[in-house]
């Protein structure tokens, strides 16, 4: 599986009612991690508010692309942090196409149920959507069990 190629990030943009700290806005590039091994900068990663990281939050969110590597298992519990931000990225990727279905086992298997129940009831109509009507690859993958599984925990 290929690895995220790192893409520049602009800095946040001022959103209405949201002060940033007095601190200078950290340099976000700079935190996005290199490799599947990179957890250098997570500390400074868990310190950023929502509106501070979600620039980098799609690129982030690639780490999870498969579970199976090293760096996965820190970048979920970070994502989960921002889960409001996350949402419409998780509904983005979860849609029938784009076709990466190894993907979206991985957001359904072991980022959502780090998720609320609030959250989760957010993305309901896709996870419903999947499990009524998975695309070949998603019933493949088994995408389709893994969100029955997480609407059944829900209860």
Request: proline share 12%; with cysteine.
């Amino acid at each position: 599986m290929n690895q995220p190629v790192n893409q520049p990030v602009n800095q946040p943009a001022q959103l209405p009612g949201r002060q940033f700290p007095d601190r200078p806005l950290p340099d976000l590039q700079r935190l996005v991690l290199r490799n599947k091994h990179d957890d250098s900068h997570m500390e400074e990663l868990l310190q950023l508010a929502t509106p501070e990281i979600e620039p980098i939050l799609s690129a982030l969110l690639e780490w999870i692309q498969d579970c199976n590597w090293p760096i996965a298992a820190k970048v979920l519990p970070l994502l989960a942090q921002h889960e409001t931000a996350v949402i419409p990225l998780a509904q983005s990727l979860l849609a029938p196409e784009p076709t990466d279905d190894g993907w979206k086992y991985w957001v359904v298997s072991a980022l959502l149920p780090k998720f609320s129940r609030e959250a989760i009831q957010q993305l309901r109509p896709t996870l419903e959507r999947i499990i009524m009507a998975p695309t070949p690859g998603e019933s493949l993958e088994e995408v389709d069990q893994v969100a029955v599984e997480l609407l059944t925990d829900q209860h």
